[in-house]
């Protein structure tokens, strides 16, 4: 950010009109910086604040002098004290960084703040940003948009002013205007404003949607390197929205993302190997994905690089691994996840055999309306594993298993109802017909006499 603001000011016309400037200027952008030191050097000490900057940027850029943001700094303050208003941004930016100087967000929004209010846009912007991220400045929305809208209005669109109205900070909620705004900042080039106005037209927020439109503008940003875009690019061809299904150009901007550590193009380009989809079928590169972004914290990665483990593709099977990957994934409420590390326990499959944690685990899938994880607490229940037999909470976990399409369980369920009394059953059944999937799971409110007749 500082070395973009830096160029940009120092690409400001001068309005230095003493002997001296203009060749030192000229040696300046010849590389010269001898003889531009030369020229603005009595120019500064004599008290010409638009030299002074010059010094400041050869300190700061180590051109003709050794690189000192000391001195830099005590430049950029003898301008910036004159009222200059590119030497108050630098001078702001330096306190904002703490380079050359302590650093003080206070002291970086009182210096843009300076600027701004002479009418520089840039500074307008900077001093938003103060305002919109408490830097310095206690944290006020209507401010930052204040400042925000002032810059521009002059011409300086930053895709914030689109954001706010966006999330209605600091203005009421508008997706029509964070819309409107998001496309002057696109049209200057801001990649994240031509990624959002891509997500406004895929979305249809704001305006129509337009998958046509959407993956023009993801496309903008794409090319400048905006990771997100180029997921969203790869999204657009893998799923053909805008833009004729081609998995070979989807594969292409999901590499381009991953490459930048965007977790989500990391999972989707493993995808990618793994069904060979744009790409040759290998399932070494997808585990190589599949680990990145696991590592990242992607639950469904995590998931996936626990399966390739559990079966040995891509990767040597590793049982133990397999658990640990299914344990990061089930810890996040990863449904799948949580069942087959409740499989793994059960069985004994790279750790030690423990029936607790096995139920513990299929509590928290079926919870969630798993089936299965519903079914193998009915035989839990059934066969007396870790918890107490109970054949009413086996009919019940097997009967809402069965509700749900799994024959094991609806086979299951026919073989122990002859074993329940009619009381029995009744309970199970009033209590499978309560339940609701992500409510704690029912247990058996009533005890029945040991000499109670079975059904028949």
């Not at 030299?51 to 051109?63: L, P, R, T």
């Not at 108050?88 to 960084?97: F, K, R, V």
């Not at 205007?177 to 704001?206: P, R, S, T, V």
């Not at 009919?395 to 122990?416: P, Q, S």
Request: hydrophobic letters at 35%.
């Amino acid at each position: 950010m500082k070395g973009y603001v830096f160029a940009l000011l120092l690409a400001m016309p001068s309005m230095a009109c003493f002997a001296g400037f203009d060749e030192g200027t000229v040696a300046y952008e010849a590389k010269d910086y001898q003889t531009a030191l030369k020229e603005f050097l009595p120019l500064a000490n004599d008290g010409d604040a638009e030299s002074q900057v010059k010094i400041g940027s050869m300190y700061d850029n180590g051109e003709g002098v050794v690189q000192d943001d000391s001195k830099a700094a005590d430049w950029y303050r003898k301008a910036a004290e004159q009222g200059l208003p590119k030497a108050q941004i630098l001078l702001g930016i330096m306190y904002q960084t703490g380079i050359g100087v302590t650093k003080s967000d206070s002291r970086a929004a009182d210096w843009y703040r300076k600027a701004a209010e002479q009418g520089d846009a840039l500074a307008q912007l900077m001093l938003g940003s103060s305002y919109y991220n408490g830097w310095g400045v206690t944290q006020d929305y209507s401010k930052a948009f204040q400042w925000y809208r002032k810059a521009a209005e002059q011409g300086s669109v930053d895709v914030q002013l689109g954001d706010m109205y966006y999330n209605g900070q600091g203005v009421s909620r508008s997706y029509p205007q964070a819309a409107n705004w998001y496309h002057k900042a696109a049209e200057q080039g801001d990649a994240d404003a031509q990624f959002n106005l891509g997500l406004m037209y895929h979305h249809g927020e704001g305006v129509a949607q337009d998958y046509t439109q959407a993956t023009n503008w993801y496309r903008k940003a794409a090319e400048q390197g905006n990771a997100d875009a180029q997921f969203n690019l790869g999204l657009m061809y893998y799923h053909g929205e805008g833009v004729a299904q081609d998995y070979t150009q989807a594969t292409n901007w999901y590499r381009k993302a991953a490459e930048q550590g965007n977790a989500d193009a990391q999972f989707n380009l493993g995808l990618m190997y793994y069904h060979g989809e744009g790409v040759a079928q290998d399932y070494t590169q997808a585990a190589n994905w599949y680990r990145k972004a696991a590592e990242q914290g992607n639950i469904g990665s995590q998931y996936i690089l626990g399966l390739l483990f559990y079966n040995g593709d891509g990767v040597v099977q590793d049982h133990s691994e397999a658990a640990k990957w299914f344990r990061k994934a089930a810890e996040k409420g990863y449904v799948d996840a949580q069942y087959d590390l409740g499989l793994i326990y059960y069985n004994g499959e790279g750790v030690t055999q423990d029936y607790r944690l096995a139920f513990e685990w299929y509590c928290k899938a079926a919870t969630q309306g798993r089936s299965d994880a519903l079914n193998n607490l009915g035989v839990m229940y059934k066969t007396g594993k870790w918890v107490e037999k109970n054949l009413v909470l086996a009919h019940m976990f097997y009967n809402l298993a069965a509700i749900n399409g799994d024959e094991t369980a609806k086979d299951n369920r026919d073989r122990v109802t002859p074993q329940l009394t009619t009381a029995q059953l009744n309970e199970a059944q009033e209590l499978a017909s309560k339940w609701v999937k992500g409510q704690p799971l029912p247990t058996v409110t009533k005890t029945y006499p040991s000499s109670s007749k079975k059904r028949k």
